[in-house]
């Protein structure tokens, strides 16, 4: 049930980065066939089927996985700056807007289920989906807007450097997604802090729509 869920939202979260970079100007990814919902076209083989396969067969204290990212060309941007943050922060908004519509369909679902007893045990397998729709989401946004390359935040925070800091700042890209590793092998306290509010928010759709759980449904909290 989490598998299908987990890949449906890295393909739109990618998915998100290449309209919003064509809708910016920059058709780069649509030229590579990236415009697209296909997941075998954002499939990475090491980064989404091998590394987080092996890091579970070596109980590793975390699970780390992405899609291949989707290739822009800033410069092609009408504007530079607004552009880079757009296309930056379209997964992140994306994967919020799925935590939402995953709320909304819970409900639905619940109240399906409540209203149609014999349906109860099969939508019950739906409504967990839908739980594990917005955990993921939220974790998709809330990881992805931590500052550290490659991660779409750190493409906010270098405007937000003064020019020299942000010129030191780029150079960490050279080293892919080193960087996060390392902070989330050697720092996950940084790294839970700035997911508090990814929990609290599950926590508190948990509150507000949790009295419509089905048997069988549980949430992750």
Known sequence: ML??????????HEYAHAEAAYRQGDQTAYM???LTLNPLKHIDPFMTVLLPALL????????????????VNPRNYRKYVRGD????LA??????????VSVIMFVIVGLVGRGIPVLEGSVAILQQMLVWGMRLNLILAFFNLIPIPPLDGSHVLKFLLPPAAGLRFR???AFGFIPILF???????VVNVLMWPAERLLASAHAA?????LPGVFWPL
Not at 3 to 12: H, N, R, T
Not at 60 to 71: E, L, Q, S, T, W
Not at 85 to 88: A, G, L
Request: glycine share 8%; aromatic share 16%.
């Open 209 to 213: 729509v949790g009295g419509l759980t």
């Open 32 to 34: 590579l066939g990236r």
């Open 85 to 88: 943050i757009i296309v930056s």
């Open 183 to 189: 902070v989330v092998w050697f720092l996950p306290g």
């Open 91 to 100: 997964g992140i908004a994306t994967n919020l807007v799925l935590f939402v």
């Open 56 to 71: 579970i067969y070596y109980h590793a204290p975390f699970v780390f996985a992405a899609a291949k990212p989707v290739p």
């Open 3 to 12: 598998a299908p869920v987990l890949l449906f939202s890295i393909v739109a």
């Open 171 to 173: 150079r960490l890209y």
